[in-house]
């Protein structure tokens, strides 16, 4: 059977999109690509901020170097290490500037990659310029030139300021290892072959360190995002991350041209439970008619508690084409019961991308939830799909009249 490879691809990223909801998945602290997107998101705004920061902060020490290098270099070289810092201070500046309005991941990775690449290139021209000045060095300024053999050890423990994924860590430090390879190739007068071969065992270690602790980082990151954005009492999504979720469903099947269904749904008479029995009673209908919807619906479709007694029910890759049928398969087991035993029912929305053709998202939204007003004012209970009055249903939810 062959597979529409727009779907195939849809259906990828709407797993990414969607995650796995177990937070503590060590796939996702090893690799980037099982990070759900909700917490990718985030982790690039925190990971292009921080870069922001670090970067303005080397802009402004960077400069204040060339003192000393003044002080204890000879005039060709201290000239040239202070050409080589400005140059850096005018890159650690510009990166600064850069992203500041992105939320790419992308943009993150750029990001990121400059920010060790500016010092890295510095360290090499930096070992370079002593190596070939063939001068011999002695007291303070030995010391001085020595400290900046330092400098891809620096960079390795600033991987810990950031959530990293392993994988992710290991490809940033790559540069700093190279300089430390490449300073241990060419060599120094000042630094014997066997000194560089502990450093470079100190590297690996500093390194280990700091991917760990970025992962730490990731982690955390993500038990905070994966909670705060599903209710506690439903286990359904948040409205804040419901919206920025269906952004991309919207997104995509604009973008394909692929079937996108939305279902709004209130459940009906509702208020009266919690006049009659009290909103602990009311929560615990809430509470079993979303586990009952997530029992029925598929990995891929999406359930936010909107407010209150209202859900938004997203279905990618329905079509919306037989209401009765996706009716049938989200109504199989019922919704719940009210407290007095009575089968509770619910009013629906229903809007489908392909059809309704709505100019943004706003409007798609605004659709289902006129839809649904259509619905409950028609005597509840039932699904609207359309404008016309044959395009409602009646008592779609079993064992209901």
């Known amino acids: 059977m062959s597979i529409n490879p727009i779907k195939s691809m849809s259906f990828r990223l709407l797993d990414r999109v969607l995650g796995d909801r177990a937070s503590?998945?060590?796939?996702?602290?090893?690799?980037?690509?099982?990070?759900?997107?909700?917490?990718a998101s985030q982790r690039t705004s925190l990971i292009i901020s921080r870069v922001r920061f670090?970067?303005?902060?080397?802009?402004?020490?960077?400069?204040?170097?060339?003192?000393?290098?003044?002080?204890f270099f000879p005039p060709g070289t201290y000239l040239k290490l202070a050409t080589a810092?400005?140059?850096?201070?005018?890159?650690?500046?510009?990166?600064?500037?850069?992203?500041?309005?992105?939320?790419?991941?992308?943009?993150?990775?750029?990001?990121?990659?400059l920010m060790f690449m500016i010092p890295t290139l510095f360290f090499v021209y930096s070992h370079m310029l002593f190596t070939s000045s063939g001068a011999?060095?002695?007291?303070?300024?030995?010391?001085?030139?020595?400290?900046?053999?330092?400098?891809?050890?620096?960079?390795?423990?600033?991987?810990?300021?950031?959530?990293?994924?392993?994988?992710?860590?290991?490809?940033?430090?790559l540069p700093a290892l190279f300089a430390e390879l490449l300073s241990s190739a060419f060599g120094s007068s000042f630094i014997s072959q066997d000194a560089h071969l502990g450093m470079i065992w100190l590297f690996a270690l500093i390194a280990t360190i700091a991917i760990l602790a970025g992962m730490s980082q990731l982690h955390y990151l993500s038990e905070i995002?994966?909670?705060?954005?599903?209710?506690?009492?439903?286990?359904?999504?948040?409205?804040?991350?419901?919206?920025?979720?269906?952004?991309?469903?919207?997104?995509?099947?604009?973008?394909?041209?692929?079937?996108?269904?939305?279902?709004?749904m209130d459940l009906d008479n509702f208020k009266s439970v919690n006049d009659t029995y009290g909103h602990e009673a009311g929560d615990e209908v809430l509470r079993n008619a979303a586990q009952a919807i997530l029992q029925q619906i598929r990995k891929e479709d999406l359930l936010v508690r909107w407010g209150g007694e209202e859900f938004l029910l997203v279905l990618p890759h329905a079509d919306g084409k037989d209401p009765a049928s996706t009716m049938k398969r989200l109504g199989s087991h019922g919704i719940g019961?009210?407290?007095?035993?009575?089968?509770?029912?619910?009013?629906l929305g229903q809007a489908e991308y392909l059809r309704d053709r709505p100019r943004d998202l706003a409007e798609f939204i605004d659709i289902a939830d006129r839809r649904m007003y259509r619905a409950k004012s028609s005597g509840k209970n039932r699904l609207c799909y359309g404008e016309d009055p044959s395009e409602l249903t009646v008592d779609w939810a079993p064992g209901a009249s």
């Open 24 to 39: 503590s998945d060590l796939r996702g602290l090893l690799f980037p690509w099982y990070q759900p997107e909700i917490v």
């Open 85 to 113: 810092r400005l140059a850096a201070a005018v890159a650690f500046g510009a990166l600064a500037l850069l992203y500041h309005k992105s939320d790419r991941l992308r943009d993150a990775y750029i990001a990121l990659a």
């Open 225 to 264: 995002v994966i909670k705060s954005s599903h209710d506690p009492l439903t286990g359904a999504f948040t409205r804040g991350a419901g919206e920025e979720l269906l952004e991309k469903y919207y997104l995509m099947a604009r973008r394909n041209n692929i079937p996108l269904t939305l279902i709004f």
């Open 337 to 347: 019961l009210r407290p007095d035993g009575t089968p509770l029912t619910a009013s």
């Open 54 to 71: 670090i970067a303005a902060l080397f802009a402004l020490l960077t400069p204040l170097w060339i003192v000393l290098d003044m002080m």
């Open 136 to 173: 011999q060095l002695t007291g303070f300024t030995a010391s001085l030139v020595t400290g900046y053999a330092f400098l891809p050890f620096i960079m390795a423990a600033g991987l810990s300021v950031f959530p990293l994924t392993a994988l992710e860590g290991l490809i940033f430090a």
